[in-house]
């Protein structure tokens, strides 16, 4: 299944490709220590527990995006991303959050209730389409 870092400018492409995806918006830098945290930053690799997010992906045959929030600020707001309920404090960090897709429709996201943890995640999946869960490769 594909597993790609792509730029906001892909989502064409992505979404005439792919009648469901699942795409995660991460913080660039600092501050990614979260357990669902980037599959692709080798630098964290080494914080004390892993990240379930690659386990977790390894199970659901979805495809999988994933684009910093900093390069993807209009984008969002586009979408109607809540930006502001997303910023942690002073920092002007947005926290991480995951956004499903049908094609081009934007069908829900971790902001909306679903917590950035493999149950939620699971959740977020089932609602985009429960055959993604259903046939889910839990050997």
Partial sequence: MVREKILVQDFEKISRKYDYYLWNFVWKGEGMCHAMRTIFDESQKD????????????????????????????????????????????????????????????????????????????DLLYDLNPEIVLNAKLD
Avoid: H
């Fill in 47 to 122: 914080i004390d527990y892993g990240n379930y997010l690659k386990y977790f992906l390894e199970y659901f045959d979805v495809p999988y995006f994933e684009s910093y929030i900093q390069d993807s600020m209009d984008f969002l707001d586009m979408l109607g991303v809540p930006l502001n309920d997303l910023r942690m404090g002073d920092t002007g960090m947005i926290k991480p959050f995951m956004i499903t897709f049908n094609r081009r429709r934007l069908v829900n996201a971790t902001y909306n209730g679903f917590c950035v943890c493999p149950e939620g995640i699971t």
